[in-house]
């Protein structure tokens, strides 16, 4: 058994590192100059991890920058050293709990009572896989929080995204997907359930989700000036893993922080997506290591998206009155 473990824990450090040298390889570290100034951006789960360094970057830019999360204490932490760090005052802390279809709702009114534009959204708040159970809302706590709560999120404030976006320079929305994506399921319909004997396969799904969204909204959102894609990081050492808790879990744990990308070189991705000229001309992609990356698409996506915004509209409680008010 221990011979199995040392083993697989070889094979890991390997691909690892492998992974690691890759991304050195592609020199995945955004390197453009563009200001943000005047720019606003929304940031979910931007007082912690890749969040907070996606965050700092775009303060540091210029940018009027509101990060949200369910942690008050975190929140107002990281407010006060992105200001301390980059000598940009114009950081908002928000309150925002995805696990809650009335604070999301509560969240969007009040950007769009506070804010006159909204440049980029990045929906980057997720946990990994700290249990199997429903919210109160009836969904899977790992879907709510990393797919549905962003979907719900995105749509409410799609509007003022729409209303911001120009021809030349439209309103960019980042979701943050995962390389788990490629080991998701394609059984859409059974996303919402739990019991799953793995629950890596709940975070998997969640990633996939993200990336079908995406392909969805851009074709409902066709010549809007809105351009929606997404963010593979690679592995980066996060406190996603820290819901990592078994044996097995552990040792990854210390592999990711000892070998895997920074949340700072995780962050880079993202960044390039925000400022970069050329990835806002595109959208319904996936980009890793400042690329875009469009072999990571699916024959079947077509049918895939539609089955997962139907499901999606659903759930989050939105009638048809109001998806159309959005959408048109």
Same mark, same amino acid.
């Given at each position: ?5 040392? $083993?697989?824990? &070889?094979?890991?450090?390997?691909f690892?590192?492998? *992974? ?22 929304? $940031? ?8 907070? !360094? ?15 999360? @369910?942690?008050?204490?975190?929140? *107002? ?9 980059t000598? =940009? !005052? ?19 009114a009040?950007?769009? !009572? ?9 929906? =980057? /708040?997720?946990?990994g896989?700290?249990?199997? #159970? ?24 799609? @509007? ?8 030349? +320079? @439209? ?12 080991? /998701? %399921? #394609?059984?859409?319909? *059974? ?6 004997? =793995? ?5 998997s799904? %969640?990633?996939?989700?993200?990336? &079908? #969204?995406?392909?969805? &909204?851009?074709?409902?959102? /066709?010549?809007?000036?809105v351009?929606? *894609? ?11 893993? +820290? %819901? ?13 922080? &000892? ?18 000229? +050329? ?7 996936i980009?890793?290591?400042? !690329? ?6 699916? =024959? ?11 499901? %999606?509209?659903?759930?989050?409680? $939105?009638?048809?009155? +109001? ?6």
């Amino acid at each position: 058994m221990l011979v199995l473990i040392l $083993i697989l824990v &070889l094979t890991v450090v390997i691909f690892f590192i492998i *992974n690691r040298a890759v991304s050195r390889k592609h020199n995945a570290i955004c390197t453009s100059k563009q200001k943000l100034t005047e720019k606003i951006a929304v $940031i979910t789960g931007g007082t912690a991890g890749i969040g907070q !360094e996606i965050a700092l970057d775009f303060a540091t830019r210029g940018a009027r920058v509101i990060i949200a999360s @369910p942690f008050e204490d975190e929140g *107002n932490k990281a407010r006060k050293e992105i200001i301390k760090k980059t000598g =940009n !005052e114009d950081v908002v802390y928000k309150y925002l709990d995805l696990a809650s279809i009335q604070s999301i709702r509560k969240f969007a009114a009040d950007i769009h !009572e506070s804010e006159q534009k909204l440049h980029i959204l990045v929906n =980057n /708040a997720g946990v990994g896989i700290p249990g199997d #159970f429903k919210t109160d809302d009836g969904m899977n706590f790992i879907m709510q929080v990393n797919y549905y709560g962003h979907f719900l999120l995105t749509l409410l404030l799609l @509007p003022l995204l729409k209303k911001t976006g120009t021809q030349l +320079e @439209p309103s960019r929305i980042i979701n943050m997907s995962s390389l788990t994506r490629f080991i /998701a %399921s #394609f059984d859409v319909d *059974n996303y919402n359930r739990t019991g799953y004997w =793995n629950l890596l396969r709940i975070y998997s799904n %969640s990633k996939l989700s993200l990336v &079908l #969204f995406s392909h969805e &909204l851009t074709k409902k959102i /066709a010549g809007q000036h809105v351009v929606i *894609n997404c963010a593979d990081p690679g592995f980066a050492s996060t406190k996603i893993y +820290e %819901s990592y808790v078994n044996f097995l879990g552990k040792i990854a744990r210390v592999l990711i922080n &000892l070998i895997c990308k920074n949340t700072w070189e995780g962050a880079q991705t993202a960044i390039h997506m925000a400022v970069d000229q +050329e990835a806002g001309k595109v959208s319904g992609q996936i980009f890793s290591n400042c !690329e875009m990356n469009s072999s990571s698409m699916w =024959n079947d996506i077509d049918k895939l998206s539609e089955k997962l915004w139907k499901q %999606s509209v659903k759930l989050v409680s $939105i009638d048809e009155k +109001e998806i159309s008010k959005i959408l048109s």
